[in-house]
């Protein structure tokens, strides 16, 4: 019979297989020398170990996620800071020493008012969705539909 210390080194090498993406688990643990049922609660503690584990990466995955959101609105903020100067000063471009600072008309884009009074034609017959581009095309040839109209923005784009 292997001696505790000899089952500890085991288990540890079985967790570090698991961690690095072993796929054949299957003889795991059989390799393993002792009692079942020593064998049974060495995987039981490998389990909650990688368990734990599991919801510390799930706690830095959120706030990682956080962070960047974090970091993406303060972006938005700046190139909105940045666009607004420029309009209101009545500047189209801006060419810098490194960049180029041009506000620019976006794609048109569709804006829906209210889905109940576009024609049904504009929906997908398998589930009611709406075909957002055939209404576009359709108010790009035709001017106007109720319920829908071409939304035109701008935005700041910096090469």
């Known amino acids: 019979m ?15 297989m698991i961690e690095e ?41 959120k706030r990682l996620a956080d962070r ?7 972006i938005k903020r700046m190139k909105e800071n940045m666009q607004f100067a420029m309009s209101s000063t009545g500047n189209q471009k801006i060419k810098g020493e490194k960049f180029t600072f041009t506000v620019q008309k976006n794609p048109p884009a569709l804006k829906v008012l209210d889905e109940s009074l576009i024609p049904n034609r504009y929906f997908t017959e ?19 539909m109720p319920g829908a109209q071409i939304q035109q ?3 700041l784009r910096i090469r």
């Open 68 to 74: 960047r959101k974090t970091m993406e609105n303060g």
């Open 21 to 61: 993406g072993a796929d054949d688990l299957s003889g795991i643990l059989e390799t393993v020398e002792g009692a079942i049922e020593e064998k049974l609660e060495g995987y039981a503690m490998v389990i909650r170990n990688i368990e734990s584990d599991v919801e510390g990466l799930k706690g830095e995955e």
């Open 126 to 144: 398998s589930k009611p969705v709406l075909d957002k581009k055939s209404v576009l095309e359709y108010l790009k040839e035709h001017g106007n």
């Open 153 to 155: 923005g701008e935005s």
């Open 2 to 16: 292997a001696t505790l210390y000899d089952l500890t080194g085991s288990y540890a090498q079985i967790q570090q």
